[in-house]
């Protein structure tokens, strides 16, 4: 007991000592101490799943995780086997928030290249920023048009340029929009006479992103959809052996839950790894 004390302590130190000597910088510090949206909030904008609240959404989770669970339990009798069906469950919507976000973030990066021409045009043709912007709800890709035509429905109504600005890239809720339109803010704010030629390098670069990224999500999508199928195959079978009366009955003991539990752990761990080895490089929204 001494030694496991004095190990402790003697770690304790250590890390404190090296604390110390670890100083922060000054942008680490001011992106820790700048106010952001919540996650939740976020992926739900980028999924477009618009009108639920991060508090609603939370509770729908649970309500998911409690009727999955509730008729496991009702249908095994099995305290594990419920648990287990009440984690899966009330990690399903969240589940399908970030995989409909992650389409619809491969689906739009397609479609900046055209929205920022369709912007250099507009600015081109003598239009001001505000109309130009406007202008993309009418003229922009199909499936960007919704969030700029609220863009400017609202500033018809208020008038306020960078107030809508703020609330459009919340809406969008995606790096490249985030530079798009604090590029648009400063050009407004001190004007500027080389905002054509941003567009356009901006453009051109967004494209070739586009066209990488494109290139390897088709080399490595069977790897990464092969080892989530190897993730899932063993809950299904356990769904299946759970309509057996022999099989719940092994469950229904000590030895039962700690193998579900181990089974959890190990199959957790190794879709952290999965995503882990398998994602690639995504763009983080540091202009918020």
Do not use: H
Request: glycine share 10%; aromatic share 6%; charged share 20%.
């Amino acid at each position: 007991m001494t030694g496991l004390l004095c190990g402790l302590l003697l770690g304790a130190g250590l890390f404190t000592a090296f604390s110390a000597c670890w100083v922060p910088s000054p942008r680490v510090l001011a992106a820790a101490s700048e106010p952001r949206p919540g996650r939740v909030r976020e992926a739900l904008a980028q999924a477009e799943v618009r009108g639920v609240a991060p508090g609603a959404f939370a509770g729908a989770c649970a309500a998911c995780a409690a009727v999955a669970g509730s008729a496991a339990l009702l249908l095994t009798g099995v305290w594990s086997l419920g648990a287990c069906a009440a984690v899966i469950a009330g990690w399903a919507p969240w589940g399908l928030v970030r995989w409909r976000g992650g389409r619809r973030r491969v689906q739009v990066a397609q479609l900046w290249p055209d929205a920022v021409d369709n912007l250099a045009s507009a600015v081109r043709a003598g239009l001001s920023l505000p109309e130009a912007v406007a202008a993309l709800g009418e003229r922009g890709p199909e499936e960007l048009r919704p969030p700029f035509a609220r863009f400017a429905l609202r500033y018809r109504t208020s008038g306020a340029f960078e107030a809508e600005l703020d609330v459009l890239k919340e809406e969008l809720a995606d790096p490249v929009a985030d530079r798009l339109l604090e590029a648009l803010r400063m050009t407004r704010q001190v004007g500027g006479s080389d905002l054509g030629r941003l567009l356009r390098t901006l453009s051109a670069f967004l494209r070739e992103d586009a066209r990488v990224r494109g290139e390897l999500q088709a080399r490595q999508s069977w790897t990464v959809n092969g080892a989530r199928l190897a993730v899932a195959a063993p809950w299904v079978v356990l769904a299946l052996l759970a309509s057996r009366p022999e099989a719940v009955r092994a469950y229904d003991s000590a030895a039962g839950s700690a193998v579900l539990a181990g089974g959890a752990a190990g199959s957790l761990l190794a879709y952290r790894l999965m995503l882990a080895i398998g994602r690639l490089p995504v763009e983080r929204r540091v202009l918020r």
